[in-house]
């Protein structure tokens, strides 16, 4: 392995004597970074400038070299490969299912950008013999670039043959990516097809012809977060710039979105206006570029929005609304009628209002809709269920009819629009993820499941409670040997989210727990710790909000609480706890580390923020300031400086080890954020690690495109937390 293929380019390092120069600029004579004032770390915010590439690029080859030379290291790099050549049906490899056809995003060791791949499907439903008709790595060697296909489970083909589809590739992972039409059936891209320079574009078929699109090129309105906000209806050949604007958001809206629903022959487009991450303006657009603002109440939950059956457009309240005349409660799904006019409120009915104790998580992530049908998550506690409601025309009808055992989850993965059949997704942290077909009436069939990569016999899942410093027990999963180590001996790591709603899902080895690496660490006898705190989605939006803005504090809180159970119970002691996250995670795991030192021996920073009086600044924050606060308002500044890991770095303090993650192409958070927390820990004398890939965006910890860096991330956290392994 050579470290310089796969980290940090220098193709976009100056010439080794600029290199030298910036370095001696920085370096005292002892080789460890000056202490700055904080003001003067903000140089290592330009993703692309000289100087903080130079930077990056001098702090991971030293990380690298020093993560390499660790015992065990070059065992753990081959476990990693083998475990990464093991076959797996990953999230990608989910068939979605388009009338006809299916299609797939298939991604392994050999291929970790993926091969899109089409099926014909047999009479059961179930896909049939797989076809690949792109290969994403090829396609960007012919370039000269890394492209990747950016798959969020839903291609946007066109119906009623989706024969023709709308790819995002992204250069480097980037979030900004090329539109481009793909004919499916011929296996290449439309010649004269629609397409687009790389952008945050969004865009959507009205019918064969045209196209609705949201896009951020040039001097094109933008939303604060840097999305497009004028929504254009683009025909077949017209320039993209000459296609008219039919509707513009507000430049301080956080983002705009478009979508489509309804059966083909009617098609309209939906566009979605989120004033911020809790109000939102739902709009359809006809293919003539008629706009309706529909009569739905503008407080929805941001993950339980825009799921649409050929009749129904499916969102959910964040707060108790008036709908019929009647106080409807907060957590209810609501179904608008697209046959309805905009101006006709009978068109909103209710669908579902959560009984006490029960909550619809992110509904985005977990559930879709058929045909005829809406197919949600319900959790109660920790226990995972799905259900279905449907329509007679006047009531729906809602029935559970998948439940999870305990420690297991389901999750509905996409559903044939042009009829009733769902994928589903049962996985678990001790089972490996199952995918299987569900048709109304027929017994489920199974597509694929996954092989363990791990004895999960020698392993046990418990649920615990901590209780928070004003007295909220806070849920915990706790994921251990059967055959426990020594009180207060158990290596543990410890994970959550916290925000935005989001719950944190279980899951096996997938990329929210570092992907294979987990499972070695778990056949090494360690554990796994994910709490359920405020902030996060698993007790509705009443517990999302408990921890927005100025409560933020509470999240972290509640996060201190389950790690001190878990040392007042001997389940390990701070030398075996290490903690990390990711994106808001790794600010989660970042201010845990800052703030509370004595809790944790290590700490995984991966494509965090950390500097949280710049994050509007950087990236795409600006869409957040709703969830964190405006640090532009004095009250909530003072609030964000008390916890913002980067300000709160100090001399003297007896830090854990650090080791801290990014990409220089994440334009999601912007890689500053983990740059000025390295160099403001190392100026300190912490130890830190750092390392920054070139490519792989805001997902840059996925084992299978860059398995060096997750080898050193398992490497860091067995040498820091197991040393006698």
Known sequence: MIVSRNLTSRRLLPSAAAAFAVMAALLAPSGRALAQPVEEWQWLEPPLEAHPLVWAATHTD??????QALPGYAALREEVARKLSVERSTLD???VLLGPRALRLKRDAANPLGLLQAAPRREDGTPGEWKTVLDVAALGKSEGKKLQLQWFGDPGCLPPRYDRCLLRLSDQGSDEAALREFDVEAGAFVAGGFTTPPSRTFAVYLDRDTLLVAHALG????????????????????????????????KTDAILMVSAAGPAQARRGIVLRAIDYSTFQLLTVDRE??????????????????????????????????????????????????????????????VYSPAAGEVVPEWVMAGTATRTAAVFPLQKGLSHSLAVARSDGTNWTVKAFVEAPAGTDVRALGA??????????????????????????????????DPALFDGSRLVVETRTAKAADGTPISYWLVKPRQAAAPGETPTLITGY?????????????????GVTMASWLERGGALVVPAIRGGGEGGEAWHRAAMREKRMVSYGDFFAVAEDLLATKVTRRERLGVFGMSNGGLLAAVAATQRPDLFGAAVIDVPLTDMLRFPKMGMGAAWVDEYGNPEDAAMREVLLKYSPFHNVKPGVAYPAFFVTVSTHDNRVGPGHARKLAGRLESVGADVYYLEEQGGGHGVSDALQHPDLMAMRLAFLVAKLMPSK
């Not at 906000?229 to 050949?237: D, E, F, N």
């Not at 993950?303 to 709908?323: D, I, W």
């Not at 042009?418 to 589903?424: H, K, M, N, R, S």
């Open 62 to 67: 030293a990380a690298a070299k020093a993560l």
């Open 93 to 95: 490899g989910a068939p």
């Open 219 to 250: 001097d094109a309105p933008k939303t604060a977060a840097g999305w497009g906000a004028a929504v254009r209806l683009w025909k077949r050949g017209e320039p993209l710039e000459k296609a008219r604007v039919v509707y513009t958001a507000q």
């Open 289 to 350: 570029g008629r706009v309706e603002v529909l009569p739905i109440p503008a407080k929805l939950k941001p993950f339980g929005l825009q799921a649409a059956s050929e009749r129904h457009l499916f969102v959910q309240l964040a707060e108790a609304a008036l709908v019929g005349g009647a106080t409807v409660p907060a957590e209810s799904i609501l179904a608008w009628d697209l046959r309805a006019k905009a101006a006709d409120a009978t068109g909103l009915h209710v």
């Open 416 to 449: 044939d629009p042009t009829g009733e059949d769902l994928v589903i997704q049962s996985v678990g942290f001790l089972q490996p993820a199952k995918l299987e077909l569900y048709r109304p009436g027929t017994p489920a069939k199974t597509i694929s499941a």
């Open 498 to 514: 916290g925000a935005f709603g989001v719950s944190f899902p279980i899951g096996y080895a997938d990329e929210f727990y570092g």
